[in-house]
């Protein structure tokens, strides 16, 4: 592994994590480049600081739920690759209904330089601790639609307020979020600001 770098679920205890990318259940329908190993790696600051919010979330009752952090950067080779690729409906109506594929880089979804590349972004949900149910928040995971915006007004106000909370917890511990996705941010002081990493996740 890179130097800096660390396992996020040896560095954060308690935390819970899926990286989808190592599964089949994200929206290119298969492992991404890269992603070799169901594990999720992140800088030795942005653990520090999901630390925080993992201690802050669990004073409210609630966990830290983890998809993605650290993303090779032929992670993202592979998602713009894909984008360019014809239509096959295998993900769609789960991920993007109502855009096509190659509107994904166009509308902010899919970049073609990540932060996530640099180490220091995550993407990210609550569940309650005393049940481990996931709490509503309005849509899925990389649901690619407008319903994902924070400012969205088509998700209920239970979903609103759950985001809201959510949003607080990673604003006080120093991240910002990203307004076209409830799920992602990004540590404001991150240590690799103009660096684009590519070691495979193994």
């Not at 800096?4 to 259940?25: C, M, N, P, Q, S």
């Not at 409906?89 to 993007?96: A, L, P, S």
Request: glycine residues 6%; aromatic residues 14%.
């Amino acid at each position: 592994m890179e130097k800096g770098f660390v396992f996020l679920d040896e560095a954060v205890h308690g935390i819970r994590w899926d990286a989808k990318y190592a599964t089949w259940d994200n929206f290119t329908g298969r492992p991404v480049n890269g992603y070799e190993a169901n594990r999720i790696v992140g800088t030795f600051e942005l653990a520090e600081a999901l630390q925080k919010a993992r201690e802050q979330a669990a004073a409210l009752g609630y966990g830290l739920l983890l998809w993605d952090a650290y993303r090779p950067q032929r992670a993202v080779d592979c998602f713009l690759r894909w984008s360019a690729q014809p239509e096959d409906g295998r993900t769609k109506e789960k991920h993007y209904p109502n855009i096509a594929r190659e509107e994904m880089i166009s509308m902010g979804y899919v970049a073609s330089h990540s932060s996530h590349s640099r180490g220091s972004a995550v993407d990210l949900t609550i569940y309650q601790l005393d049940t481990g149910d996931m709490v509503a928040m309005g849509s899925s995971f990389d649901f690619m639609d407008e319903r994902s915006h924070h400012a969205s007004t088509d998700v209920t106000a239970a979903e609103a307020k759950h985001r809201r909370l959510l949003r607080s917890i990673m604003e006080q511990s120093g991240f910002e979020a990203y307004e076209n996705e409830w799920w992602h941010y990004l540590l404001k002081d991150e240590p690799y600001p103009d660096c684009y990493f590519d070691f495979p996740i193994v």
